[in-house]
């Protein structure tokens, strides 16, 4: 099983600050990393697939980056509505499909 | 317009049986791959299951593999979970969710609203 590893758990910082999340693999899952984000009540929303590429509609302020087993979900300049769970998943190595623990980013 | 509305959810005692159907609208149903994901309260997303189109490959993660049996109806675009010998650590919002753009059973765009089971005495 791949285990996605993501840090910090939770990021405190202000609107307009840029946040840096990262999701760590226990193997290589080449591009195959997706990042979704999750508010309360809400289901997943699929932010970026394949570890650079945003999904539609999704802000270009969101920016993802990586391969192998390190990536980075950058938000430049976070907006009110971008204060959420942020999760990774994988795609590379299944069954399982494997999702990380989760970033927290909350207001500061 | 893509639609899936899982359905079937509830209270269910340890060791019960439940159902669950997701009705999929707007893409060619027949020929998607399809899982269930689940998400206990407080915690992140769990993959359960996957299903090929034609429902010939089925794929189970470890901790439902034995108990739960994922099909599916292609004349009624129906997605379904049997759960069989219900945990409490089955507690959890279960999702059927898809892809707009392509048949992938591992990346998914459209979510819905979900089904809550909630296993308890």
């Known amino acids: 099983e791949t285990v996605l590893t993501q840090s910090p758990a939770t990021l405190s910082l202000s609107p307009g600050e840029s946040a840096t999340l990262s999701c760590t693999a226990s193997q290589s899952v080449s591009t195959y990393l997706s990042w979704y984000q999750q508010k309360p009540g809400q289901a997943p929303r699929l932010l970026i697939y394949?570890?650079?590429n945003r999904a539609t509609g999704i802000p270009a302020r969101f920016s993802g980056s990586g391969s192998g087993t390190d990536f980075t979900l950058t938000i430049s300049g976070l907006e009110p509505e971008d204060f959420a769970i942020y999760y990774c998943?994988?795609?590379?190595?299944?069954?399982?499909?494997?999702f990380g623990g989760g970033t927290k980013v909350e207001i500061k | 317009e893509v639609q899936v509305v899982e359905s079937g959810g509830g209270l269910v005692q340890p060791g019960g049986s439940l159902r669950l159907s997701c009705a999929a609208s707007?893409?060619?149903?027949?020929?998607?791959?399809m899982s269930w994901v689940r998400q206990a309260p407080g915690k992140g997303p769990e993959w359960v299951a996957a299903?090929?189109?034609?429902?010939?490959?089925?794929y189970y993660a470890d901790s439902v593999k034995g108990r739960f049996t994922i099909s599916r109806d292609n004349s009624k675009n129906t997605l379904y979970l049997q759960m069989n010998r219900l945990r409490a650590e089955d507690t959890a919002v279960y999702y059927c969710?898809?892809?707009?753009?392509?048949?992938?059973?591992?990346?998914?765009?459209?979510w819905g609203r979900g089904t809550l089971v909630t296993v308890s005495p």
């Open positions: 998943q994988q795609r590379s190595n299944w069954p399982p499909i494997t």
């Open positions: 299903i090929s189109g034609s429902a010939g490959s089925t």
């Open positions: 707007g893409f060619p149903f027949s020929s998607y791959a």
């Open positions: 969710p898809t892809n707009t753009w392509g048949s992938f059973a591992d990346l998914w765009d459209f």
């Open positions: 394949d570890a650079s």
